[in-house]
């Protein structure tokens, strides 16, 4: 809202500058040559030659390009997921704690940092840069991970009276230090507001974080983690509503995500697909990771 006033406040001062300046120059504006302005038609014409000197231009966003700008920078919302090595998310029976919310799983990607090389005419570019991912993968049953077995491992949870426990929240969150590698075609060299753009490329990532989460309903009590036949191996109290663990839960500590950006303007829709393994070989189901989403701000 502030925003808002603040572009109102710009727009009045620009046109009442340029009535001011258009008043002491009759021939730019002719009008003012008979005195008076009579009838809709005149006042529009009295409206077009205080905007005479307005620009769109002088706003941020809209000035004209000087060099190639590739569309990297920014901040993206995405919907993520994984799937298996035959493109589908129908997974394997042994690992059914992977099954996912994919509505509730999203990524932010905070991308501060963009490097352009023009390679022609400014149509053609090479595009670099640092970006921060924060990918949420929430899951649809009430298994809990644990972090410290030689391979995944995963058990429901229950309560003291053999109750399954539904959780408010259940996830897996993983962070990643991005550099992207992108090869980028725009129409309009010149003026970001009127072009297309289309790039391609790969996007290398280094994991710099990871944790799950699991929220409770009630905020103290014991549960017990069961396995499939319905045995009990271990219990565990909770202190508060939300449970946050970190560890690496065999996650892949390097990625490489085939990318794909396209749009208009400021507009922009991206989409990811890993060409690498979620988890480390053996240590885990085979599934890769994916993305689509849009870009909120760029710069």
Not at 288 to 295: A, E, K, L, M, S
Request: glycine residues 8%.
């Amino acid at each position: 809202m502030k925003s808002i006033v603040k572009l109102t406040l710009i727009f009045a001062v620009l046109v009442l500058l340029s009535v001011n300046t258009n008043a002491q120059d009759e021939k730019k504006c002719p009008w003012y040559k008979h005195g008076h302005h009579m009838g809709d038609s005149a006042r529009m014409n009295e409206f077009a030659c205080s905007m005479e000197n307005f620009n769109m231009s002088d706003f941020p966003f809209c000035k004209n390009k000087k060099k190639f700008n590739g569309h990297w920078a920014g901040v993206d919302l995405g919907v993520s997921g994984y799937v298996n090595p035959d493109f589908n998310m129908t997974f394997n029976p042994a690992y059914p704690y992977m099954n996912m919310n994919t509505a509730r799983s999203l990524t932010v990607n905070l991308n501060p940092f963009e490097l352009n090389v023009n390679l022609y005419n400014n149509k053609i570019g090479f595009t670099t840069g640092l970006g921060f991912q924060i990918s949420n993968y929430y899951f649809t049953d009430n298994y809990v991970m644990l972090k410290d077995s030689s391979t995944i491992v995963a058990y429901k949870v229950q309560d003291a009276q053999g109750n399954p426990v539904t959780m408010k929240v259940n996830k897996l969150v993983v962070s990643y230090l991005n550099v992207p590698l992108f090869f980028e075609f725009q129409t309009n060299p010149y003026r970001r507001l009127s072009s297309f753009h289309v790039s391609v490329g790969v996007i290398a990532g280094v994991r710099i974080g990871s944790y799950t989460k699991q929220t409770y309903d009630n905020k103290e009590g014991t549960y017990s983690l069961v396995d499939n036949s319905g045995n009990q191996v271990a219990t565990f109290d909770v202190e508060h509503h939300s449970v946050n663990d970190r560890g690496a839960y065999h996650l892949a500590p390097f990625k490489v995500d085939a990318s794909f950006r396209a749009g208009w303007s400021h507009l922009n829709l991206f989409g990811t697909y890993s060409l690498t393994k979620m988890f480390q070989n053996n240590q885990g189901p085979e599934l890769y990771p994916f993305t689509v989403g849009i870009t909120l701000l760029g710069w």
